[in-house]
């Protein structure tokens, strides 16, 4: 893939910058796209959220259960 970082850990830039655009926007919320991070899915978020909170001593997290946790979609 020339010209292309294939490996982008966090996710597209473009897709980043164009988040960034739209937090801004839609929702008010200032966020620098090296400061977001796209996942392959809830599992993989919810797994980096626990590293990091683990990290920083976290041991105990509450999560709410999800209409998805119940198969509804």
């Given at each position: 893939?020339?010209?292309?970082?294939f490996?982008?850990?966090?996710?597209?830039?473009?897709?980043?910058?164009?988040?960034?655009s739209?937090?801004?926007?839609?929702?008010g919320?200032?966020?620098?796209?090296?400061?977001?991070?796209?996942?392959?899915?809830?599992?993989?978020?919810?797994?980096?959220?626990?590293?990091?909170?683990?990290?920083?001593?976290?041991?105990?997290?509450?999560?709410?259960?999800?209409e998805?946790?119940?198969?509804?979609?």
């Open positions: 893939m020339s010209g292309t970082n490996l982008q850990l966090h996710g597209s830039l473009a897709l980043r910058a164009e988040l960034s739209w937090l801004a926007r839609s929702r919320v200032l966020a620098a796209p090296d400061r977001i991070i796209v996942t392959g899915g809830v599992t993989w978020a919810l797994s980096l959220l626990a590293r990091v909170l683990r990290d920083r001593g976290r041991d105990t997290v509450a999560v709410e259960r999800s998805s946790a119940r198969g509804v979609p």
